[in-house]
């Protein structure tokens, strides 16, 4: 049996913590600054967190160095995952339960697979469908109570989820800088236009203490957490990281009711429920069938142990992921796989 460490496991699970205790902290904070000024100062606090990172390489990849593709790329996820989708979350937030957003969160992994459908070439099967079927149930029954929410606010964090579920895509899709690169540059870009527009509409208020514990949260909810996702995924896979990392919005949950004192309904469970059903649909999607590599030239992080990377490193084990530019030779072949960097193709309606 593959031996697994549980550093990584730990990584991941604290880097759900990390980012459930987003949305408690959050509805706290609103109380003192705007959905603007809020949205800046975490996506400020998450460029700070990423910043050491960023700099391992020698430079935070500056976009002017990848091509324009690329740069395409960078921008819209700046533009959707961390100017509108922040926005547009912490607007659902002000009015509604934190418990309620939290399991509303779920809907990003509905929506990315969705919109890898529809738009980036992805494939998914009936059991994907029906994952993301059960999720939207799952978010319907918070919006018909009331008491837990209201249709406002699920709308807007829907808009959320649907704008973080085209950053997901736009950013699975960038080479050439790191992830920890790119975060930098949608936290730092989106923290100063957020905040800037917040500071015009509305004067900061609540002094230093709330400037500094906002920049705190960000730093450690959506910074830390990301690195710690990010060196989880590396040493444990993708999967197994996105399945512990699914926790997230249930940890939000929890610590809304310690922290806020908010009360859980019946609603409440059920919808928790059905999303953790939609949830594991979505993450044991998976698909196999016979398709074609065309020659490439890129630069990603990347491991020797995963069929696609062939060429060769004297001395340097297959499993240790490293980042360099490298070559891709026209390659067909067929193995279970899921939509990325390398499996964007089309998808014949009888594929598998």
Request: glycine share 10%; hydrophobic share 50%.
């Amino acid at each position: 049996m593959e031996h697994i460490h549980k550093t990584p496991i730990l990584m991941a699970i604290l880097s759900a913590i990390l980012f459930g205790a987003a949305t408690p902290a959050s509805k706290l904070l609103l109380g003192d600054l705007t959905p603007f000024q809020l949205a800046g100062l975490l996506y400020l606090g998450a460029a700070i967190a990423v910043a050491p990172a960023a700099l391992k390489r020698g430079g935070f990849g500056l976009p002017r160095r990848t091509d324009r593709k690329n740069q395409m790329r960078l921008l819209g996820a700046v533009l959707f995952g961390g100017i509108l989708g922040p926005v547009a979350l912490l607007f659902g937030l002000r009015v509604a339960q934190a418990a309620s957003v939290s399991l509303w969160l779920n809907l990003e992994l509905a929506a990315t697979a969705v919109l890898g459908v529809l738009i980036f070439r992805d494939h998914l099967s009936s059991k994907g469908w029906l994952g993301v079927v059960v999720t939207l149930v799952g978010s319907t029954l918070l919006v018909w109570e009331p008491n837990t929410a209201g249709v406002t606010s699920g709308v807007l964090v829907f808009l959320a989820c649907l704008c973080w579920g085209l950053d997901n895509h736009l950013t699975a899709l960038i080479d050439g800088i790191t992830p920890s690169q790119s975060t930098f540059w949608k936290g730092i870009v989106a923290g100063i236009i957020n905040l800037s527009i917040g500071i015009t509409l509305a004067p900061l208020s609540g002094g230093y203490q709330i400037l500094t514990v906002a920049l705190l949260v960000g730093s450690l909810s959506y910074g830390a957490s990301i690195v710690l996702y990010i060196n989880s995924a590396q040493a444990i896979g993708a999967i197994r990281a996105q399945v512990l990392f699914a926790s997230a919005p249930f940890f939000g949950v929890i610590l809304s009711v310690i922290v806020l004192g908010e009360n859980l309904s019946i609603v409440h469970t059920g919808s928790a429920l059905l999303f953790i059903i939609g949830i594991a649909l979505l993450l044991i999607e998976s698909h196999s069938h016979f398709h074609t590599h065309q020659e490439i030239f890129h630069e990603h992080s990347h491991r020797h142990d995963d069929g696609h990377h062939n060429h060769v490193h004297p001395g340097l084990p297959a499993s240790l992921r490293h980042s360099h530019p490298h070559h891709h030779e026209p390659l067909s072949h067929r193995h279970p796989h899921w939509p990325d960097l390398h499996h964007r193709h089309q998808h014949k309606s009888n594929s598998e």
